[in-house]
């Protein structure tokens, strides 16, 4: 596993002074493991909230049921709440969530495995990425995180705005 992305956003966070947090779901926490891979990450790197059951999602998060009954929890407007929530409930700057399916069940017609959302909350704004990976549940995991990641550099580097 490629610890660079890690590394580079690591360093960007320290430098500007920002605390990133985490909501999981699909993940069970890959992409907090991995943040952590980095000696020194507690000083940019809050936590993660898995949440994986939809009860988890609206009790910790703060997921509105009507959300969760009407798009899903692999949904853009999922993975917003869950990223708005980690912003609020870990008090950071920037949060990122994943909710996805990881498989080898649970995939439909319209939500086949592999489908992940990943959402992005800043001061600044909200963004939402819908993927379809082709991988077994541990390589869609992975994938999961590691989209996450480039997405949250690719904000950092000012490749995604507003």
Same mark, same amino acid.
């Given at each position: 596993?490629?610890?660079? #992305? ?23 926490? #890959?992409? =907090?493991?991995?943040?952590?891979? &980095?000696?020194?990450?507690?000083? *940019? ?6 949440? *994986? ?5 609206? %009790?910790? #998060? =703060? &997921?509105?049921?009507? @959300?969760?009954?009407?798009? =899903? ?12 929530? %980690?912003?609020?409930?870990? =008090? ?6 994943? +909710?996805?399916?990881?498989? $080898?069940?649970?995939? @439909?017609?319209? !939500? $086949? ?10 001061? *600044? ?8 990976? !082709? ?8 994938? +999961? %995180? ?8 690719? *904000? ?7």
């Amino acid at each position: 596993m490629n610890d660079s #992305l890690e590394v580079e956003i690591g360093s960007i966070l320290k430098e500007r002074k920002l605390q990133l947090g985490l909501a999981e779901s699909c993940t069970g926490g #890959l992409l =907090g493991h991995r943040m952590t891979n &980095v000696a020194g990450s507690s000083e *940019y790197f809050a936590g993660s909230v898995v949440a *994986y059951s939809y009860e988890a999602k609206a %009790a910790v #998060l =703060g &997921v509105s049921w009507d @959300t969760l009954n009407t798009f =899903g929890a692999v949904s853009r407007e999922t993975v917003l709440e869950m990223a708005n929530g %980690a912003k609020k409930l870990l =008090g950071v700057d920037i949060a990122v969530s994943i +909710s996805g399916i990881a498989g $080898p069940g649970g995939g @439909t017609a319209d !939500k $086949p495995v592999g489908t992940t959302w990943i959402g992005l909350v800043t001061d *600044y704004g909200e963004w939402a990425r819908e993927f379809h990976f !082709k991988g077994d549940r541990e390589k869609n995991k992975d994938s +999961s %995180a590691e989209e996450a990641l480039k997405m949250l550099l690719d *904000y950092l580097q000012g490749k995604i705005k507003q």
